[in-house]
């Protein structure tokens, strides 16, 4: 009975990573429109401006507000390095194309992999490992369309912030497994880590309100939906998952928004997709099968 229960834990965790992933997935369409209007240091402070706003009213009014918890220096760090790797990508995409810098971010799933067993002590079966390398092969159909014609045309820096972001994303993915132990506090642990996520971006963040002022609609839309459904909601949802799957797990299950963008993308700004890209995302699931 237990055994069954477990058994069900685990496929609800998968789903709600998935359902993670998809609402990730549609940032990358949302940004690019968003870009169209602002700087991307702008636009990452504002998105996690607003983040941080919306979780505080909620523990405003559900008068859950408080930082009596075990893990303060955990939410710090993490915090702090999640906003670094924001700026590191999109720092990094200035250089970089967004190709190559989706495939480089999806490394993370192999720095997880590397990193899980060293942290947490976490046992790789050789289902994971196939997993693994199965979803990175998925990632470069989709993200490549096995056209190389583009990479190599970016520099040198945007390669290494783009890689070196997805390094610190999968820490990130890592260390928050402790976190997620500490489930009857998770809404107070999300909005201390929002807002420790603004300390690195507040240096590059503009402080002019002509600036704010002069933005259309269709801005702010970008802004809180990126926020919002691109951040808090998937965040709060992943955490569920993380708690009943191992990160490896949830690195490879994540890959969903690749899927989910592309599929976006095609629709609403008319992007090609392609035989190749269909046989990277069958790769991808056939990955999560095989590590879920």
Do not use: H
Request: aromatic share 14%; with cysteine.
């Amino acid at each position: 009975m237990r055994t069954r229960y477990l058994a069900d834990d685990k496929k609800r965790a998968v789903l709600l990573t998935v359902l993670a992933g998809s609402l990730w997935g549609t940032s990358f369409p949302a940004i690019k429109i968003g870009l169209q209007y602002m700087d991307a240091y702008t636009f990452v402070f504002l998105r996690f401006l607003v983040a941080s706003l919306v979780m505080l009213f909620v523990l405003v009014i559900t008068k859950n507000f408080g930082f009596n918890f075990s893990k303060k220096r955990l939410l710090l760090f993490l915090g702090v390095i999640n906003g670094v790797a924001y700026l590191m990508q999109y720092a990094g995409m200035v250089y970089a194309s967004a190709s190559e810098s989706s495939l480089f971010v999806n490394l993370s799933a192999v720095w997880v992999a590397l990193l899980s067993p060293v942290a947490l002590k976490e046992r790789l079966g050789g289902k994971k490992v196939v997993g693994v390398m199965v979803s990175l092969l998925g990632v470069l159909l989709m993200t490549t369309n096995l056209s190389f014609t583009g990479f190599g045309s970016g520099e040198l820096m945007g390669y290494l912030l783009v890689i070196c972001a997805g390094v610190l994303w999968a820490v990130f993915i890592v260390y928050n497994k402790p976190l997620v132990r500490e489930g009857g506090k998770m809404v107070q642990s999300m909005t201390w880590l929002l807002l420790f996520t603004m300390l690195p971006l507040l240096p590059t963040a503009p402080f002019s309100a002509a600036t704010y002022a002069s933005f259309p609609w269709t801005a702010w839309v970008a802004i809180f939906y990126t926020a919002i459904l691109c951040w808090v909601v998937p965040y709060y949802l992943w955490l569920k998952g993380l708690k009943n799957i191992t990160p490896v797990t949830s690195a490879v299950v994540l890959l969903t928004e690749i899927i989910a963008a592309v599929i976006i993308s095609t629709v609403f700004l008319g992007e090609g997709f392609t035989a190749v890209s269909g046989v990277g995302a069958v790769l991808i699931v056939i990955a999560i099968l095989l590590v879920s």
